[in-house]
């Protein structure tokens, strides 16, 4: 099976959590740690990030609330550690 490495973005709703978001990272442990310990949160919000760890189950590696603010500034985060890594991982 496959393994790799998520990071869903849930919003709260009536009933519970709505997951509105997923980022895939891959299969760099050390980037998605990399990641998530560069990632800001807030003691209070309304939308919760979930590191995942995808193989034979899915384990949450770790959870953190966020404000929309917050939200917006770690999906660019998000988005341009990816890019680098995956199109300049190697190179001098």
């Known amino acids: ?11 709260k709703i009536l009933n519970g ?14 980037l998605a740690a990399e990641i998530w310990k560069q990632m800001a949160c807030d003691k209070l919000g309304l939308l919760r ?5 995808v193989g034979d189950a899915m384990e949450v590696i770790g959870t953190r609330m966020c404000t929309l603010i ?10 341009k550690e ?6 300049f991982s190697g190179t001098a």
């Open 17 to 30: 959590w709505s997951n509105f978001c997923t980022f895939k990272i891959g299969e760099d442990k050390e």
């Open 82 to 87: 990816i890019f680098k890594a995956n199109n």
């Open 49 to 53: 990030l979930s590191l995942i760890e």
């Open 70 to 79: 917050t939200f917006e500034k770690n999906s660019r985060l998000i988005a």
């Open 1 to 11: 099976m496959e393994h790799y490495y998520v990071i869903e973005a849930d919003m």
